[in-house]
């Protein structure tokens, strides 16, 4: 079979991590990320991946911190919105194809049903304006090859994430204080990985379509809920688990009661109805990701 050269850009991160992991056998993957590579870096950018020539270039690297987003505007700016223009015009240079991850937060949160692709943008955030820009970077580059997918609150290994906090603290605290008038969906690397790799490569055991036409799709896993809604969902887990727990009481809160730098989204949910009708997938709620996440979790540390 012959090999799909592909360059993983933030290939250090929680979602290129699990990229990483779950490689398919006909990828030969090139991975870069800082400090060796910086995609805030124009000539870097195109030096490097015309170089190597790759087919495809997936790119997670981001300024992801979003409350240190609004103290560090230039960075936030220069890593979500130039990098990706780099990117894309080098991509659109080589002939290559571009898989770009965005977010939720491009939306302002005042939906009342879940949000499509063409939805009106309106990010609250230095972190969504940010991301939003460089989407935009994208489509006007002239790239026509392009996916960018919008995703939420991801998590999985090898990552700052809720999920792992929520553990860590429930360990640690007797109460916890969880914002409960913000809904999302949570989303697993795992089941994001694998759609990503079904765009660009015949997965030999999945049935999903390898002729996805290009542009912005939203995934996320199914359902939706609070942050508090999620925590008790992680504290159920552990239940089950027989961890070692000191938590008592989860307290739902307001997110006036919980003041961060950064205003999020009170409603972000994606509908996903796009990248069904485009691939076929079957998305896991995100009831039953966490749990496929807690079993692979135990394996991993065990
Ligand atoms: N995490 C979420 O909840 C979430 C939700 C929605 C969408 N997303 C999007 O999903 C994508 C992946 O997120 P993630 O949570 O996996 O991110 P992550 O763990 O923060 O990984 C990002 C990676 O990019 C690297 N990076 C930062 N600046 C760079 C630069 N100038 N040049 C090259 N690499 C650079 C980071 O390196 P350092 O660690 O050294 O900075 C890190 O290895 C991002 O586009 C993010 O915006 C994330």
Redesign the pocket.
């Known amino acids: 079979m012959s090999q799909y050269k592909i360059a993983i850009?933030?290939?250090?991160?929680?979602?290129?991590?699990m990229l990483r992991a779950r490689v398919p056998e006909s990828v030969d993957l090139h991975l870069?990320?800082?400090?060796d590579?910086?995609?805030?870096?124009a000539e870097q950018v195109n030096e490097t991946l015309t170089l190597l020539n790759p087919e495809v270039v997936i790119?997670?690297?981001?300024?992801?911190?979003v409350d240190a987003c609004e103290t560090q505007r230039d960075i936030a700016f220069?890593?979500?919105s130039e990098?990706p223009r780099y990117l894309a015009n080098t991509v659109k240079n080589i002939g290559a194809v571009l898989i770009?991850?965005?977010?939720?937060?491009v939306f302002s949160g005042t939906a009342i049903e879940p949000y499509n692709e063409d939805a009106t943008t309106g990010p609250l955030s230095v972190?969504g304006q940010s991301?939003f820009q460089g989407e935009q970077a994208i489509i006007s580059s002239g790239l026509t090859d392009y996916y960018i997918i919008?995703?939420?609150?991801?998590?999985?290994p090898?990552?700052?994430?809720?999920v792992e906090t929520i553990i860590r603290l429930a360990a640690e605290r007797e109460e916890l204080s969880i914002v409960a008038d913000q809904w999302g969906t949570p989303?697993y690397?795992g089941d994001l990985s694998d759609i990503i790799w079904s765009l660009i490569s015949p997965v030999p055991s999945s049935s999903l379509s390898v002729t996805v036409p290009y542009g912005i799709y939203h995934y996320s896993n199914e359902g939706a809920c609070t942050w508090y809604d999620f925590a008790c969902a992680i504290i159920e887990r552990l239940r089950e688990d027989g961890a070692p727990m000191k938590v008592q009481q989860v307290k739902p809160i307001t997110t006036d009661e919980y003041p961060v730098p950064a205003k999020r989204p009170a409603y972000s949910v994606m509908s996903k109805e796009k990248i069904i009708a485009a691939t076929g997938v079957n998305i896991p709620l995100w009831q039953v990701s966490l749990k496929k996440y807690f079993v692979e979790r135990c394996l991993d540390t065990d």
């Open positions: 850009i933030g290939a250090n991160g929680m979602l290129a991590s870069f990320d800082l400090p590579f910086d995609i805030t870096d790119n997670c690297a981001a300024f992801t911190q220069l890593v979500n990098g770009h991850i965005s977010t939720d937060f972190y991301k919008r995703t939420s609150w991801l998590y999985g090898n990552g700052p994430n809720f989303t690397t």
